[in-house]
């Protein structure tokens, strides 16, 4: 359980795939050999994306020791709901030791929008000088648009594009 759930985090915060492109992933779509792999995106595109060495790795460790036999053509089987609702506490339980907002977190059922892995993504690339247009080819937008919701992260960032305030008034 642990291997299956360490990979698909990997997924979610490395590559910045959503949680219905991990679902939807087959076996057949992970190219060992160009070390890529096929995602179903949204509105039916498909994308073809680097897989990075350790996120190959953790898969390979996954298929290897965590996968349970089955005749499934998915990479992740369907987890049972309990075992869903396992990794949905744990990520609850480290997001609350991190001192994080609750606020991307449905506080009923206890379950996270797995999608704050993309936006975190794109927050870190932000930070370490990656372009917005290189963030949204990463993300798989198509406007540029929904790639600029993540500048207003960065605060820094857009404190140098600002004019300076007119006189002595701050």
């Known amino acids: ?87 949905c506490f744990r990520m609850c339980d480290h997001h609350d030791r ?11 059922l206890r379950t996270p929008r797995f999608h704050i892995f993309r936006y975190s993504l794109a927050t870190e690339l932000l930070r370490s000088g990656a372009t917005l247009s290189e963030i949204g080819q990463l993300l798989r937008h198509e406007s540029h648009d929904t790639t600029r919701i993540y500048a207003k992260v960065d605060i820094d960032a857009l404190r140098t594009l600002s004019l300076p305030w007119p006189g002595d008034v701050q």
């Open 1 to 87: 359980m642990g291997r299956r759930d360490y990979a698909i985090l990997l997924l979610l915060a490395k590559l910045g795939l959503r949680a219905d492109e991990v679902a939807t992933l087959t076996l057949d779509d992970v190219d060992w050999r160009a070390s890529e792999i096929l995602v179903r995106a949204k509105g039916r595109r498909r994308a073809r994306m680097l897989i990075p060495p350790d996120v190959g790795a953790v898969i390979v460790a996954y298929l290897r020791n965590g996968r349970p036999k089955s005749s499934c053509r998915r990479l992740f089987v369907r987890p049972h709901t309990r075992a869903r609702r396992r990794l």
């Open 98 to 108: 991190q001192g994080r907002s609750r606020s991307r977190w449905n506080r009923r």
